[in-house]
């Protein structure tokens, strides 16, 4: 299973701080793409790429690593939910080992 660490900002600034081992800076609302992969050069690009090629627009991004060159965790926000087509698309890249979609 996944694990989630979060944290209270402010005035009930809600944020997700870390998944499983890898630190991140997410809010918790709206639209997720999360891919799990390869930390290589493009893989980045790639999935954005991807999003923008269907009119997906990204409000926010956060990434995470383990160790430099080792495996990372990207966490897209969405301005609406990533259809399955795409999580396929963006799964069948050499260097991402899976992919999936939240609504929160």
């Known amino acids: 299973g996944t694990s989630l660490s979060g944290s209270v900002f402010g005035r009930n600034q809600l944020r997700i701080v ?23 050069p493009g893989v980045i690009a790639h999935v954005s790429r991807l999003l923008a090629e269907l009119n997906v627009n990204i409000g926010g991004m956060t990434c995470g690593r383990d160790t430099p060159g080792g495996n990372a965790l990207l966490v897209i926000a969405t301005d609406e939910p990533v259809n399955a087509d795409l999580v396929k698309a963006v799964a069948q890249s050499p260097l991402v080992k899976r992919a999936q979609v939240i609504s929160l």
């Open 18 to 40: 870390r998944i499983d081992a890898y630190h991140v800076d997410v809010i918790p609302a709206g639209h997720f793409l999360i891919t799990r992969h390869l930390d290589r």
